[in-house]
């Protein structure tokens, strides 16, 4: 019967162990984390699709400006063109940053 207390002590040690290292890890992945949102209006560069596939390392990673039509929530957005047409799908923030003119 010792023995099974002692178990659920090194059990719940482990357990304890395991959530500070996951916290530490959360913190240190968070702390180099740059949040990126984006308002109806701005002007943002898009991520090609196609970076880098048969043109070389010298191509264009970016291509833009567009201009946020919408905001669709979670981190989604729908862009158009400057001309205003739209374009079709909607894009994450990860692949979009700021354009500075």
């Given amino acids: 019967m010792g023995s099974l207390d002692l178990v659920c002590k090194l059990r719940d040690k482990a357990r304890v162990r395991e959530e500070a290292s996951k916290r530490r890890a959360e913190r240190k992945y ?32 970016w291509e833009g400006p567009f ?23 909607t894009w994450n923030a990860s692949h979009l940053k700021f354009y500075f003119s």
């Fill in 67 to 89: 201009r946020v039509r919408q905001v669709a929530g979670n981190g989604a957005y729908h862009l158009e063109h400057l001309s205003q047409k739209a374009i079709p799908r």
């Fill in 30 to 61: 968070n702390s180099k984390v740059k949040p990126r949102s984006f308002h109806a209006e701005n002007l943002v560069w898009r991520m090609r699709s196609e970076a880098r596939q048969g043109e070389g390392k010298f191509s264009a990673n």
